[in-house]
């Protein structure tokens, strides 16, 4: 095998033997950074699931399997990426995969079809139909399809919020059986995310989303039809909102929003607020006396879900900010 690997990087069985050991510690160097790289996301069990097809395009989506016996619950993560990029794989969203595989949650990271080619709503049609598949195909996974939680941030948080507040409910007259299960979400953890597009410009990433619905029914109409609060009812799901109160791009007033929103109907809505925190999950460890928001959120995962398992195993340790 050593040999192989010299044959790799042009090295013959004829070099000195200072060159092999000096071979052999670059190799090792290799090993041991691609460990330390994947110790630091979990790798799918599974990738490329097909869950669906529109408009010819596969809609695919990762799965993560949860550690434990028993009947799992289930955990959907939804991208970020501006409406119009990300992947199943991005990093500050996919890290939830990370905490909650590991407490006994069968994870699933969704793609779906993005702005500007895939405007308002197909991206929201994608994840229900991903909540669909997996809760038809539950006991593939070992899974309970009554225990279904959202799970998502940025882009992929507005779409958790869309899609919990929906409550869609299956299509009866459907030819795909898939298409006749619901849609409707039994918890919604969003981080960073819009609730709403009335109180905040609508920058160039929600133009490329909302821009076909304007021209269609003026702005005033697509906002209304595009935005969550618009669905909040007294039959929706509990929320918890995980926010930075520093965030450049969603204010934390979009979470209290929501909060109060909910709370009128007499819907379950919490918030953890991120003293200083950014958009996105990943520096938020970096923060000095940051929550410990992923313990919070598991552990309002398993009491909305009637949940048990161990909390802590994936969670990234915290760096303590430089003494200046």
């Not at 779409?159 to 299509?171: E, K, Q, T």
């Not at 109060?260 to 958009?279: E, F």
């Not at 992923?294 to 995962?301: D, G, K, P, S, Y």
Request: charged fraction near 20%; aromatic fraction near 10%.
């Amino acid at each position: 095998m050593i040999e192989k690997k010299y044959q790799i990087f042009g090295v013959g069985s004829t070099m000195s033997l200072s060159l092999k050991r000096a071979a052999l510690v670059y190799v090792s160097l290799i090993l041991a950074t691609t460990l330390v790289f994947a110790a630091e996301a979990r790798t799918p069990t599974q990738e490329g699931i097909l869950y669906g097809t529109a408009d010819g395009q596969p809609l695919t989506m990762d799965y993560y399997a949860p550690q434990g016996d028993g009947v799992h619950p289930i955990a959907i993560i939804i991208h970020g990426g501006g409406y119009h990029g990300g992947d199943s794989k991005s990093g500050s969203e996919a890290y939830v995969a990370d905490f909650l595989a590991p407490a006994g949650y069968a994870v699933f990271s969704v793609n779906y079809r993005l702005a500007p080619k895939y405007p308002y709503p197909y991206m929201v049609l994608d994840v229900q139909r991903a909540v669909r598949y997996i809760r038809f195909n539950a006991k593939q996974w070992n899974a309970d399809p009554d225990k279904i939680a959202l799970v998502g941030g940025s882009a992929g948080g507005f779409l958790s919020n869309m899609v919990g507040l929906l409550n869609a409910p299956g299509d009866p007259t459907a030819t795909d059986p898939v298409d006749r299960v619901s849609a409707k979400a039994q918890a919604v953890v969003s981080l960073y995310a819009q609730s709403s597009f009335e109180f905040v410009p609508l920058n160039a990433d929600v133009h490329r989303l909302l821009d076909p619905l304007i021209a269609q029914k003026g702005e005033k109409e697509a906002i209304r039809e595009a935005t969550p609060i618009t669905y909040v009812s007294k039959n929706d799901p509990p929320f918890l909102e995980i926010h930075g109160d520093q965030d450049e791009y969603i204010p934390f007033t979009e979470a209290t929003n929501l909060q109060t929103a909910l709370q009128k109907v007499g819907v379950r809505c919490d918030i953890i607020r991120i003293p200083g925190g950014k958009h996105g999950t990943g520096g938020w460890n970096k923060l000095p006396n940051v929550p410990d928001w992923e313990r919070q959120m598991t552990e309002w995962l398993n009491a909305r879900l009637n949940h048990k398992g161990p909390i802590g195993e994936g969670i990234r340790s915290r760096v303590p900010a430089p003494v200046s």
